[in-house]
């Protein structure tokens, strides 16, 4: 069954001072089926960003259809869960009270939210922090808390943007794995956005590869490796050959070739 289907996306942002308008995405079609883990790479200013607002229903599409579950929402908007780029935790919240304020949002009950969020501390490495501000985290805590109040939302279809962006690398390397642990145990529908093609292929079912500016999808690369998936699996011919196939035509796009 396919969760999340884009069909010939297009995005056309008008420009102010008589300039042309901004064509940033052209006929974007792909589709994730359920359960999949599926990547988006691509240059910088490609149109990534923006692609994940359209699909979490944040901004509209200036043509084209999302469907979720084979079907036209009359609105995407609380539909699927959406992780920007930043954290966003909040201050003056705490690591328990950054993680529910989702679900508090969602009409749940200060109390309950509590509870659900509890009971998932310890799988997503932030039992014994509930109590500690947003400033006393690490940069992966920040992050496991952002994912976190995500996974909390519910919702079947994850939207992530560059997740592990802001990490080191080894700490980077540490989150892929736990990210692969949770998405195994829960089996959601993930489309994740990062510039890493080494994180695209390890995570993924499958690679899509977008030009430059307007954003189209132009390869799509399958990764069929076997799971559950370890970091010793980066190093093999064959994970070596996958990369190169999603390095070849992100190369052609960052050199403005169509």
Same mark, same amino acid.
């Given at each position: 069954? @396919?969760?999340?289907?884009?069909? %010939?996306?297009a995005k056309t942002y008008a420009a102010a001072g008589g300039n042309a308008p901004l064509l940033a995405l052209f006929d974007v079609s792909l589709e994730l089926g359920a359960g999949e883990f599926v990547s988006l790479v691509g240059p910088s200013g490609a149109g990534k960003s923006t692609l994940l607002k359209i699909l979490a229903g944040l901004i509209s599409a200036s043509a084209g259809a999302v469907l979720? /579950?084979?079907?036209?929402? /009359?609105?995407?908007?609380g539909r699927v869960g959406y992780m920007p780029q930043d954290d966003l935790l909040m201050a003056w919240r705490t690591t328990l009270d950054n993680v529910t304020i989702g679900l508090e949002l969602a009409g749940v009950s200060r109390a309950q939210a509590r509870v659900r969020a509890r009971a998932e501390l310890p799988r997503f490495g932030l039992e014994g922090f509930e109590g500690h501000w947003p400033r006393a985290l690490s940069g992966g805590m920040r992050q496991r $808390? $952002?994912?976190?109040?995500?996974?909390l939302s519910g919702r079947d279809v994850l939207l992530l943007d560059e997740p592990l962006g802001a990490l080191d690398a080894l700490t980077r390397e540490e989150m892929r794995e736990w990210l692969l642990e949770v998405w195994e145990s829960d089996r959601k529908t993930i489309l994740l956005v990062t510039h890493d093609v080494e994180e695209a292929v390890f995570l993924s079912d499958r690679v899509y590869v977008m030009s430059g500016r307007p %954003?189209?999808?132009? $390869? @799509?690369? /399958?990764?069929?490796?076997?799971?559950?998936?370890?970091?010793?699996? @980066? /190093? @093999?011919?064959?994970?070596? $050959?996958?990369?190169?196939?999603?390095?070849a035509p992100l190369r052609q796009a960052r050199a403005g070739r169509a």
């Open positions: 069954m @396919t969760a999340l289907e884009a069909r %010939g996306l979720l /579950d084979g079907c036209a929402p /009359d609105a995407l908007l $808390a $952002a994912l976190l109040r995500t996974f %954003g189209h999808i132009r $390869a @799509t690369v /399958d990764v069929p490796l076997p799971r559950p998936r370890a970091q010793e699996l @980066t /190093d @093999t011919p064959e994970f070596i $050959a996958l990369e190169q196939r999603v390095r």
